[in-house]
C-alpha cells in the first residue's frame, strides 16, 4: 500500500520561500513518477510540477520559473520547491506518486500572506 506524507507548508509572506516534501513508503520508490498538484477552494486541482522515474522533469506554462520539483531516490522522498511565492499560490499542495494507478497524501497547507 503506497503511502504519502507531505509535509513543509506554512504561512509564508508574498516573496518568501517554502520547501515541500513527500514521503513516500509502501513500494517501490523509483519506479513511480511523482508530482506536486495544488487546489484553492473552489477550484479544481491542478498540476504543478511533474518528475519521471528517470529525474525528467515538467511544469506547466503557468508554473515555469519559480518552482523546482526534484526527487531522492535513496531517501524515497519528492520535494518541491517553491520561490517568489505570491498570495495567489495560496492552496493545498498534494504530492501524487503514479504507476498503474494514482496515490495521493494528504495535502499540505501553504498560505502566502502579509
Known amino acids: 500500500q503506497v503511502r504519502l506524507v507531505e509535509s513543509g507548508g506554512g504561512l509564508v509572506q508574498p516573496g518568501g520561500s517554502l520547501r515541500l516534501s513527500c514521503a513516500f513508503s509502501?513500494?517501490?520508490?523509483?519506479?513511480?513518477?511523482m508530482a506536486w498538484y495544488r487546489r484553492t477552494p473552489g477550484q479544481l486541482r491542478e498540476l504543478v510540477a511533474a518528475i519521471s522515474s528517470g529525474g525528467i522533469t515538467n511544469y506547466p506554462d503557468s508554473m515555469k520559473g519559480r518552482f523546482t520539483i526534484s526527487r531522492d531516490n535513496a531517501k524515497n522522498t519528492v520535494y518541491l520547491q517553491l520561490n517568489g511565492l505570491k498570495p495567489e499560490d495560496t492552496a493545498v499542495y498534494y504530492c501524487?506518486?503514479?504507476?498503474?494507478?494514482?496515490?495521493w497524501g494528504q495535502g499540505t497547507q501553504v498560505t502566502v500572506s502579509s
Open positions: 509502501g513500494s517501490i520508490f523509483s519506479m513511480f513518477a
Open positions: 501524487n506518486a503514479r504507476n498503474v494507478a494514482d496515490h
